[in-house]
């Protein structure tokens, strides 16, 4: 009874599985289609979110997809990138490994996924929360902050790192500057 009224988190099953058959080759959308359909892994232990507890995602785009809902305590989204990948006792395949910072600078983290399920995790790490879907979009969110691949001086580097990664349009970029410029973002 109480799941009726719990909100979706993501995009339907069915469109997150089109997803990863439309962007990746045969092999790897089966592998990842035929993953896991989980909120958390199996074998997974410790905060979600942690080399040994890695976030389910589908495929790369299941990373951007879900780092691009993903809120801090006062409700800012990120700035993310990937800083590459690694292994973990708790998964066969490897592991992506990602740098986020709130958009107000006051949470920094890494985060690390796995990328072989069928479908995003509706879980998130101690201390976020994961924005829920908005029906009337029909998709999830269609702005993210971040790129899947490493920047140089991150936050600071981010900017063109999105105009390149989302096409060269100067609307993503001119936005990034705006963020970083009201904030102090310090490594901690």
Known sequence: MLGLFKKQI???????RQDVLHAYPEI????????????????????IGSLTNPIPVNGAIGEIKY??????KTGNS???????N????????SIDIYEV????????NTVYFNLHHPRRSNLAPPGYTLMPFIKGLKIDSPIDFGVNFPVEDFPFGL???????YGGKGILERKVRECLAKSNFSRP
């Open 10 to 16: 993501h995009e339907s099953v069915e469109i997150q």
């Open 28 to 47: 790897f959308a089966k592998s990842i289609i035929n993953g896991e359909d989980c909120d958390q892994i199996a074998d997974g232990y410790g905060p």
């Open 67 to 72: 780092l691009g809902k993903l809120r801090g």
């Open 78 to 84: 990120l700035f993310f990138h990937r800083l590459g």
């Open 86 to 93: 690694t292994t973990s006792s708790v998964c066969k395949t």
């Open 101 to 108: 910072v709130c958009l107000d600078g006051t949470q920094w």
């Open 159 to 165: 900017p063109r790192a999105i105009d390149i990664f």
